[in-house]
């Protein structure tokens, strides 16, 4: 916290407990005597009572009062200062160096085994798994079947690679999907065009003549990056077409969306949070679940 905000809290910590005490003040000195009335009467007979408020009442708030102080010198509720030193970022350090402590030589072990080997190792696939489900699964799905736009893992379609220091890679550092979106530059026939031919590499039926057209356009502004023959390429994360396997969905508006559009799907790195050892189990447990479908 910086010394601004410091004060800034530290002005009203202090204003707000002084206001609480001038109000108790205000109120234990006694200005109507016991028996007195607001003056107000109901029904003939029944007068609102005016009595002082009574000492142990008072006596409570100031209590509240001196633990307030208490707590407010000892935990940091003046910006910054106090007295033990505590924070919450500290606490929570501490405990991750304690967890470290506890589980970082398993993980250790798991990081020298080779990940094929690792991804039928039982016990590290059982912490793969918590692993997942923890950092994973939000996107991936529990089940790492994904969902439009969060790959399937549990296929075996890959859009990044599927060697053991590839899906490393991926994990570590993320990946970032870029498909640039021609819609500026071409008409609407030249794109139906085009989505009718990724529609014949993926193996549907499509007409010959449309088969000729698209195959000359493809080969122009596709085939760089999605390969001659529409498998792909692993290294700039350029889906193949040659399967019924999307990343978006295989209908033909899905299709004309994206090239009309592009797309920009991204992976977030997980080793700055994870760490080497735990992403080395990660990418084991990825690996055994591919295939699975
Ligand atoms: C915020 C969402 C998000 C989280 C969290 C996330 N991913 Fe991903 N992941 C994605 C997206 C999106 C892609 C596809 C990127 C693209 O479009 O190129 C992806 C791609 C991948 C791929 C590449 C799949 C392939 O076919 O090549 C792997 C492997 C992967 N993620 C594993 C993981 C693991 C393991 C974790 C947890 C440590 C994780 N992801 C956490 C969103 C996420
Ligand atoms: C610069 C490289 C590049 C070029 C050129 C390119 N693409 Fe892509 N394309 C990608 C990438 C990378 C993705 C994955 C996007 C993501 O991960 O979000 C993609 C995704 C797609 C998808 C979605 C696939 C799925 O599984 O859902 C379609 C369809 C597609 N591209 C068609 C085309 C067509 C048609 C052309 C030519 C007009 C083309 N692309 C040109 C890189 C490219």
Request: proline share 5%; with cysteine; charged share 15%.
């Given at each position: 916290m910086t010394l601004?905000?410091?004060?800034?809290?530290?002005?009203?910590?202090?204003?707000?407990?002084?206001?609480?005490?001038?109000?108790?003040?205000w109120f234990s000195r006694a200005r109507t005597t016991e028996g007195a009335t607001t003056g107000h009467v109901w029904d003939g007979d029944v007068e609102e009572g005016n009595n002082p408020m009574p000492r142990?009442?008072?006596?409570?708030?100031?209590?509240?009062?001196?633990?307030?102080?208490?707590?407010?010198v000892l935990y940091p509720s003046f910006g910054e200062w106090s007295l033990l030193g505590w924070s919450q970022t500290e606490q929570y350090e501490d405990e991750v160096a304690a967890a470290?402590?506890?589980?970082?030589?398993?993980?250790?072990?798991?990081?020298?085994?080779?990940?094929?080997?690792?991804?039928?190792?039982p016990a590290a696939l059982s912490a793969g798994r918590n692993l997942f489900v923890n950092n994973c699964a939000t996107c991936h799905g529990s089940d790492a079947r994904g969902a439009r736009g969060y790959p399937n893992l549990a296929d075996?379609?890959?859009?990044w690679g599927s060697a053991p220091e590839q899906i490393v890679?991926?994990?570590?550092?993320?990946?970032?999907?870029?498909?640039?979106g021609?819609?500026?530059?071409?008409?609407?026939?030249?794109?139906?065009?085009?989505?009718?031919?990724?529609?014949?590499?993926a193996g549907r039926d499509v007409d010959a003549a449309r088969v000729a057209a698209g195959e000359t356009q493809y080969r122009s502004f596709c085939s760089a990056c999605h390969g001659p023959t529409g498998d792909g390429n692993p290294i700039l994360g350029a889906p193949a077409f040659t399967n019924e396997t999307w990343l978006y969905g295989g209908g033909a508006s899905v299709i004309r969306d994206l090239i009309v559009n592009g797309r920009m799907g991204q992976m977030p790195a997980q080793e700055p949070l994870l760490g080497a050892d735990r992403v080395h189990v990660l990418a084991a447990y990825v690996l055994s679940l591919s295939g699975q479908e």
């Amino acid at each position: 916290m910086t010394l601004g905000w410091s004060l800034f809290v530290l002005v009203f910590a202090v204003a707000n407990v002084a206001g609480a005490g001038a109000l108790i003040l205000w109120f234990s000195r006694a200005r109507t005597t016991e028996g007195a009335t607001t003056g107000h009467v109901w029904d003939g007979d029944v007068e609102e009572g005016n009595n002082p408020m009574p000492r142990w009442w008072l006596g409570l708030f100031w209590l509240t009062i001196i633990w307030g102080i208490v707590f407010f010198v000892l935990y940091p509720s003046f910006g910054e200062w106090s007295l033990l030193g505590w924070s919450q970022t500290e606490q929570y350090e501490d405990e991750v160096a304690a967890a470290e402590e506890v589980y970082g030589e398993i993980f250790a072990a798991f990081a020298a085994t080779p990940i094929p080997e690792l991804s039928s190792n039982p016990a590290a696939l059982s912490a793969g798994r918590n692993l997942f489900v923890n950092n994973c699964a939000t996107c991936h799905g529990s089940d790492a079947r994904g969902a439009r736009g969060y790959p399937n893992l549990a296929d075996d379609e890959w859009q990044w690679g599927s060697a053991p220091e590839q899906i490393v890679a991926t994990i570590t550092n993320g990946r970032t999907g870029v498909m640039p979106g021609f819609g500026q530059r071409f008409d609407d026939e030249t794109i139906d065009t085009l989505v009718d031919y990724v529609q014949f590499l993926a193996g549907r039926d499509v007409d010959a003549a449309r088969v000729a057209a698209g195959e000359t356009q493809y080969r122009s502004f596709c085939s760089a990056c999605h390969g001659p023959t529409g498998d792909g390429n692993p290294i700039l994360g350029a889906p193949a077409f040659t399967n019924e396997t999307w990343l978006y969905g295989g209908g033909a508006s899905v299709i004309r969306d994206l090239i009309v559009n592009g797309r920009m799907g991204q992976m977030p790195a997980q080793e700055p949070l994870l760490g080497a050892d735990r992403v080395h189990v990660l990418a084991a447990y990825v690996l055994s679940l591919s295939g699975q479908e």
